[in-house]
């Protein structure tokens, strides 16, 4: 499976592949849920190549690392989904 970082790129430096409406599923530590956003409301600052910014309803700017991005959708259908962590050993 190709890493978030390089298809958050493809979407933002493919012309042809981003000609699609894009979401980003990130898990929210504040609501503990998981929250769909589309991809044109964030930010990338060029400083930051481990994060992206969103600016919420109220003006308040979040960082929200890519490690907590969950899922990406594309016209609506799930194109990419972080593997789910290991079951603890019993």
């Known amino acids: 499976m190709i890493p978030i970082h390089e298809l958050i790129s493809r979407i ?39 994060s992206f910014e969103l600016v919420d309803e109220q003006g308040a700017v979040h960082n929200i690392p890519l490690h907590r991005v969950r899922e990406v959708y594309r016209n609506g259908e799930r194109i990419w989904s972080r593997p789910s962590a290991p079951a603890p050993a019993p």
């Not at 894009?22 to 190549?49: G, K, M, N, T």
């Open 12 to 50: 933002r430096w493919d012309p042809e592949f981003s000609a699609a409406t894009f979401e980003i599923a990130y898990y929210d530590r504040i609501l503990d849920q998981v929250v769909r956003v589309p991809f044109r409301s964030l930010h990338f600052p060029e400083d930051s190549h481990f």
